[in-house]
């Protein structure tokens, strides 16, 4: 995360009656180093763990899944290894098979492995997946996701309808929690090409974009009093 980016988070944390949240596929411990700002709602591996002023999270069905994920990771290991640029990483709750880097050439293959080697847990329906940017999401067969993760969240936080959401995405994976945001009357900001077809009703183009819409939230929150005190 840029430091500037960093900083506007921080100074967000630091006013009065907002509150900050990440959520994301990531595994929480791997999310809360990228980030590195104490205080703020952390929601991991699609919400299947979270912790924040609510204390810690950790979805039951998702840690009883963790010996058939490990199971899952050496198979699809196996069935990925040979082919360059593609590697799994296993994030205990969730698995994710990451193909950026692999020629379009070779992803036919890779795509025929990977399907292979998916299909009798997904016929037996002990996991799922969803498709991200350049990766294949694996996750327990589980009606949890990052949109009802932050519904979770808001509740425990006492939230109710005055409460303003906004919520910015950039992945297929965001459109739940934009869907949960729009039904709660909230903003919903899509980060990339306005082309993308997307649950968000707001586009910025790119992260510089959110430094700056960030940089103007941060001003716009500021209390009157400090604002009447500076003019």
Known sequence: MPDRARALLKQLRNTPRVSVGIVSGRRLQDLKRCVCVRG??????HGLEAEGPYGRYLHP??????????????KLRRAVELIPGAWVEDKELTLSV????????????????????????EDKRHVRVCRGKAIWEIRPDIRWHKGLAIRWALRRMHANRST????????????????????????????????????????LKNPREVQKWLADLCHACQPLNATEGGA
């Open 61 to 74: 069905l998702a840690r009883r899944s963790r010996p058939l994920l490990k199971q899952l990771a050496r």
């Open 40 to 45: 703020l709602s952390y929601i991991g591996n």
């Open 164 to 203: 303003l959401v906004i919520c910015l995405g950039d992945d297929r994976t965001d459109e739940d929690a934009f869907h949960v945001v729009n039904h709660h009357g909230g903003l919903s900001i899509f980060v990339g090409r306005r082309s993308t077809r997307t649950a968000a009703r707001y586009w």
């Open 98 to 121: 990451h193909y950026r880097r692999v020629s379009i050439t070779h992803r036919p293959v890779l795509r025929r492995n990977f399907r292979n080697a998916m299909q009798p847990y």
